[in-house]
């Protein structure tokens, strides 16, 4: 028996020589390779996790430099535009001038690089009415005659600071202007049996000039852009067509004017109702504005 014991003693120590070492439980192996695996799933993993946020980091720049490139808008200063407009009469021009004028306005305007300052200027007609009349081309031709109509203007001009959004689909603002408005009535001319030309005669035969002053507020509403690329100096920038929506006060100086029914013809000759008053308007704007 104990010859046995000790073979078998002496065998597993053999082994154990043989071998360099005691050879592991199967379950620690087990764990070994598990850790191993486990390793390297997380190195990879981990250099994964680096390379997407590499990836992220150039998607966020590629987006940053579109949204530079599109606010590259703001960087150009001008702009032109043409409105359409309402001027309604207040105070005391709106008890002597009982109606609405039409007309139009162009303006200019250099907005500052990056700045939500803007500098114009703007020029525009208001027409309150005309009537007419046919009268004998002279005392001694009296078989021929001739139109004669009189036109109620206002011309208006202001120099404006506008603060206003830089960037944006859409972009509020406010500004505030000072000029003049000219009042002044025009009698023409015009041959009867024509139509579109120039009339024969034309005179200005009443006007005055006032004072004015005032401030609005208004939205610009983007229709269209598209990228410009100066060949020369290797850069884009982009030209915007804006809708423009505006009202604006201004009040008015003292000045006299005439209106329609304010010329009557007795005898061959003329008389002026002329009316005096301040010249306060609203104006109902809407117009394109060209950006670039």
Not at 182 to 211: C, G, K, M, Q, W
Request: proline fraction near 3%.
């Amino acid at each position: 028996m104990s010859k046995r014991v000790i073979g078998a003693t002496c065998d597993r120590s053999s082994r154990i020589l043989l071998s360099g070492g005691v050879t592991p439980p199967r379950k620690s192996e087990f764990f070994r390779w598990a850790f191993r695996v486990s390793y390297v799933i997380t190195v990879f993993l981990w250099l994964s996790a680096g390379q997407s946020e590499r990836l992220q980091a150039q998607i966020s720049t590629i987006n940053s430099e579109s949204e530079n490139w599109r606010e590259e808008a703001t960087e150009q200063g001008f702009s032109i535009g043409i409105d359409l407009n309402l001027g309604t009469p207040l105070s005391g021009f709106a008890n002597t001038m009982d109606r609405v004028g039409f007309g139009a306005t162009f303006q200019g305007g250099y907005q500052l690089k990056n700045r939500p300052v803007m500098f114009g200027l703007d020029l525009g007609f208001l027409n309150f009415g005309r009537d007419s009349r046919n009268e004998a081309f002279s005392l001694t031709i009296p078989d021929a005659t001739v139109l004669v109509e009189n036109t109620y203007n206002l011309m208006h001009s202001s120099f404006l600071v506008r603060l206003v959004q830089p960037v944006g689909e859409i972009r509020p603002y406010f500004e505030g202007a000072i000029g003049f408005n000219y009042l002044y009535t025009e009698t023409t001319i015009e041959n009867t049996n024509t139509f579109l030309e120039e009339p024969v005669f034309r005179s200005t035969n009443f006007d005055d000039f006032a004072f004015s002053y005032g401030a609005g507020a208004g939205l610009l509403i983007e229709l269209h852009s598209y990228p410009v690329t100066d060949i020369l100096e290797g850069t884009t920038r982009i030209e915007r067509v804006m809708l423009n929506l505006m009202g604006r006060y201004k009040a008015g100086g003292t000045a006299e004017y005439l209106k329609k029914g304010s010329i009557t013809v007795q005898n061959g000759q003329a008389f002026y109702d002329v009316s005096r008053s301040k010249t306060d308007l609203f104006y109902y704007t809407v117009g394109v504005l060209f950006m670039f």
